[in-house]
Nanobody
Framework: QLNLVDSGGCSVQSEESLRLFCAAS????????LIWFLQRPEKNCEAVAV???????SYADSVKGRFTISLDNEKNTLYLQMNNLNPGDSAMYYC????????????????????????????WGQGTRVTVSS
């Protein structure tokens, strides 16, 4: 059974860095896109980074050049390296796995079809909170 457990969120100051982790089990990387979503209070989820089945990546404009998504297959861990954080990055962050057949392409734009952690199409981690203070 596929299971995702994310961690690493905490409170930091502006311009600091943080690394989020998502431990995956039961996952066939050749069939699933792996995604980091964020959700701010009272707002829909937004995909900020995705890594596809062959390792291609896509980022939201708001995080390009600051965030890096990566996957260590041997450790079964997905990462989100977050640099130069600002208060606008404060949110609950969720890792998710979406079967490649459920999303047209590997872009974050295509993931606008997913707006909530209640959406049953992806598998979800439980979320990890990031708070950035100015």
């Amino acid at each position: 059974q596929l299971n995702l457990v994310d961690s690493g969120g905490c409170s930091v100051q502006s311009e600091e860095s943080l690394r989020l982790f998502c431990a995956a089990s039961g996952l066939d990387y050749s069939r699933y896109r792996l995604i980091w979503f964020l959700q701010r209070p009272e707002k829909n989820c937004e995909a900020v980074a995705v890594i596809g089945t062959v390792g291609t990546t896509s980022y939201a404009d708001s995080v390009k050049g600051r965030f890096t998504i990566s996957l260590d297959n041997e450790k079964n861990t997905l990462y989100l390296q977050m640099n130069n954080l600002n208060p606008g990055d404060s949110a609950m962050y969720y890792c998710a796995a979406l079967h490649h057949s459920l999303c047209g392409d590997n872009s974050v734009q295509a993931l606008r079809i997913i707006s909530s952690p209640n959406d049953r199409r992806p598998y979800w981690g439980q979320g990890t909170r990031v708070t950035v203070s100015s």
